[in-house]
């Protein structure tokens, strides 16, 4: 099917995907609105809707280690995702790839408290879990002693390591014939021993920084199949939801000192985008913050699109407050 901007004289005047066109005045012009996924620059200035905000671009899952240093998954074109694992200054100076695979994606790099090793997943996420496998690796801050940390048949991914730097947790994903291949493991490094936590389906594992939680995203079984974001002990133990709005809550993570914790939410409903994308699946996302109790709720950001992914800056080497992915 040719997609373009149509007339009613039969004419197309260019391929590709267009949305809203409108006549000028004098009927010689039209515009419209053309949407481009090509990435942009790391910490590019953006447009924002609070004047006393600073907005800046940043690529996926960026996260800092602790003296300062960014890591994130690097894409080319947000249509067709690719990453590697790039590890940078906190103002995007000094970019240097320590892993890439031409033939799969890397994503959700996690330091270890050191600042010596980032694990990551490689493989098929998202839309391509159920069809592609997918492992937990690690490699050192410069790129060297590639390694992997998970084996076997599931798709495995969404590292987070705990703050003795001992174990890891992440996400499993299986065959739904198979309830109990889903949901939260730790591995312990030392001798890969691996500890279910959950079997519900639940992503997005961080650790905080207290050792005491690991905070997850978790589908609801009910109809409307949101996502919440939940808290449990490192032993899988006292697991409490946080999150019960309407609309999805994810992508959640950890203030440096454990006591907050942010995350994306949809819970405002269609914006702009739902003129503008008519095969938007969900509404974009403003970053939230609240108490690691889940109490004290409140929104950070108030822009048009979609704000997501945040991670806390660290102080002496940026002046912003958090970081998020915005299309």
């Known amino acids: ?157 969404f590292p987070t390591f705990s703050p003795d730097g001992t174990r890891i947790a992440y996400r499993v994903w299986g065959d739904y014939d198979h309830p109990g291949d889903f949901g939260i493991r730790v591995l312990t490094l030392a001798d890969g021993a691996v500890k279910t936590l959950t079997t519900e389906l639940d992503n997005f594992p961080a650790w905080s920084p207290k050792g005491d939680l690991i905070s997850f995203t978790r589908r609801s079984h009910g109809e409307d199949y949101d996502y919440d974001i939940f808290t449990m002990r490192p032993d899988g133990t006292n697991v409490k939801r946080l999150t019960t709005a309407a609309g999805n809550d994810s992508h959640q993570s950890w203030s440096p000192d454990g006591n907050s914790i942010l995350w994306t939410s949809g819970r405002y409903g269609f914006k702009d985008e739902a003129a503008l994308y008519d095969n938007a699946f969900q509404p974009f996302g403003q970053i939230f913050i609240m108490k690691a109790d889940g109490s004290g709720q409140r929104v950070l950001t108030r822009s048009r699109w979609e704000d997501s992914m945040p991670a806390i800056v660290p102080v002496a080497t940026s002046q912003t407050a958090t970081v998020s992915q915005r299309r």
């Not at 149509?6 to 590709?16: C, S």
């Open 1 to 157: 099917m040719q997609t373009g901007l149509a007339f009613t004289d039969g004419g197309i005047a260019d391929g590709g995907t267009f949305r809203n066109p409108s006549w000028s005045a004098d009927g010689r012009r039209v515009v419209f609105h053309r949407p481009d996924f090509t990435a942009r620059p790391q910490n590019q200035p953006l447009y924002s809707w609070e004047p006393d905000t600073e907005m800046r671009y940043t690529d996926v899952f960026p996260q800092f280690s602790k003296d300062g240093r960014l890591a994130l998954s690097q894409l080319n074109n947000l249509a067709t995702p690719q990453a590697a694992i790039s590890v940078m200054n906190a103002d995007g100076s000094n970019p240097r790839v320590v892993f890439s695979d031409r033939s799969t994606p890397a994503f959700v790099p996690t330091w270890s408290p050191d600042g010596q090793w980032i694990a990551f997943g490689v493989g098929g996420f998202f839309g391509a879990r159920e069809e592609q496998p997918a492992k937990v690796m690690m490699v050192r801050a410069d790129g060297s002693q590639q390694r992997d940390v998970t084996r076997g048949p599931l798709n495995s991914g």
